[in-house]
């Protein structure tokens, strides 16, 4: 964002959203609603002014000559404030995008987190835009970057349109659509990677944070593992069951081994891998790997100079 744009124009996006023209009474019951969705716009706007002036890449308005966004003009669901290249580039590695990844980028504006993905990391990339305008902008982009064949920028609704194929996602979004989005991503494919600038998922935690040069943060969808699953070859003397209980990617739970139960310590779960350490029968610490494929698991258990491998199936 050009810094020219600053406070002149900024004071007048601010009474415009404020005093909506679209408001024409004062009566609060009626003004309410689209004055607080004013008020979350002119934040969303606020949270780019601030990362600009604490040291982000100064962006400028583009475009071509068929068509040329302005900074802050009005979307279906938001304004279009472009992210930054240095914190584009961040989000992608953060995701460590890569050759044989399908980014899919929710509201692409110009594309240009899209062509970042294809031109930096060498990935394929959707980008969803619902302004058409804008996402034929994106397309030309595409083309004028050279990844045309890689980068495809579609006119589109991101609640509409079918992203499950995704390894990874990323948005710049208010965080009441973060959280009507979140069912979505919470069911695509254990291990997908999304990214997310400025805004969190609510009650997810991230698994990481990006601090530079604008806030940004980090999660990998993970598989369900809740519920009990009675594992093979897991203790020597005979069955064992695993019982887990799940919040997102946290879970805790225990192992039942010889009717003696144990609490899982350091549980993790990133993706479709889980690990946890326990006691077994003896007392001795070992940990687990385990990968998990729906109502399956396999997984190397590993105490001292033993390993054995085990499998596990959901009841």
Known sequence: MDMVYGFGAFLGLFIDLIYDRRVISFNPLQAHKPIMKNIQRLLFTLSMLFAVSAGAQAMTEGGDEKYKPSVGQEGKDVIWVPTGD??????????????????YDLGAGDGKIAIAAAREFGATAVGIEFNPEMAALGQRNAQRAGVSK??????????????????????????????????????MKPGTRVVSHAFTMGDWEADAEIDSPAKGYFWVVPANVAGEWTLTNFDTQGPATLSISQHYQRIGGSVLIDRRSQ???????????????????????????????????????????LQNEFTGVRR
């Open 86 to 103: 240095e914190l584009v580039m961040n989000m992608l590695k953060i995701a460590k995008v890569g050759p044989s990844d399908l980014v």
């Open 150 to 187: 890689q980068v495809k920028i579609i006119q589109g609704d991101i609640f509409k349109e079918d992203f499950s194929k995704a390894t990874v996602v990323t948005m710049y979004l208010l965080p009441e659509l973060n959280l009507k989005l979140r069912p979505t991503i919470l069911k």
């Open 263 to 305: 609490p899982l310590l350091n549980a993790k779960l990133t993706g479709t891998k889980m690990e946890f350490s326990y006691k077994d029968r003896n007392g001795n610490f070992r940990t687990a790997q385990v990968t998990v494929s729906g109502n399956t698991l396999k997984g190397d258990d590993k105490g001292g100079y």
